[in-house]
């Protein structure tokens, strides 16, 4: 079995879309994940949330947070592909830390 390790990604979308349009974006992220072997653990809304300042010229946006298990080279891979999709105002990929016994 690959080398799995846990992820959160934060991602920010569009204040304007609507559920089905968000359902999308992230079903195409799963689809990513799932096809390199990864797994989506859970995934939360956190609804529109106003920014402190303008991004993309728009004052808020929908937030989603996402736990993963992905293998190094696809946490690679993904945050590439979260850079250039377009419905993604901005992302956040980090490694959680594992406890040490």
């Given at each position: 079995m690959p080398d799995m390790r846990t992820y959160e990604l934060v991602l920010i979308l569009p204040p304007e879309f609507t559920e089905e349009e968000q359902n999308k974006v992230l079903a195409k992220i799963q689809k990513l994940i799932s096809e390199d072997k990864g797994k989506v653990v859970d995934k939360t809304s956190w609804g529109k949330?106003?920014?402190?300042?303008?991004?993309?010229?728009?004052?808020?946006?929908?937030?989603?947070?996402?736990?993963?298990?992905?293998?190094?080279?696809?946490?690679?891979?993904?945050?590439?592909?979260?850079?250039?999709?377009e419905q993604v105002m901005r992302h956040l990929l980090i490694r959680k830390e594992e406890d040490s016994k």
């Open positions: 949330k106003e920014f402190s300042y303008p991004i993309a010229k728009k004052p808020s946006g929908i937030y989603w947070f996402l736990n993963l298990e992905l293998t190094p080279e696809l946490a690679v891979k993904l945050s590439n592909q979260l850079k250039i999709t």
